[in-house]
């Protein structure tokens, strides 16, 4: 599944709600599923992110858009 995940939000290097490298702790209200992305799994760059009723979407420079309806899909 993380395969088909974007890259700005997949597996990546960097943690991608704090942009520190990943194993760090991940913040609670993330956790819940109460925040979107900020930074790229990739590249750790911060993403331009913008927040819907119905859900939200982050774009990385370097790596693309992804928008939370394609992963709700997948899941």
């Given at each position: 599944m993380?395969?088909?995940?974007?890259?700005?939000?997949?597996?990546?290097?960097?943690?991608?709600?704090?942009?520190?490298?990943?194993g760090t702790v991940t913040p609670t209200a993330a956790q819940l599923g109460l925040e979107p992305p900020r930074f790229c799994a990739e590249c750790g760059r911060r993403m331009i992110v913008q927040v819907r009723p119905d859900g939200w979407w982050a774009r990385c420079s370097r790596h693309g858009q992804v928008d939370s309806s394609d992963l709700e899909r997948r899941r």
């Open positions: 993380v395969a088909d995940l974007g890259a700005p939000v997949s597996a990546g290097v960097y943690n991608v709600y704090t942009g520190e490298l990943a």
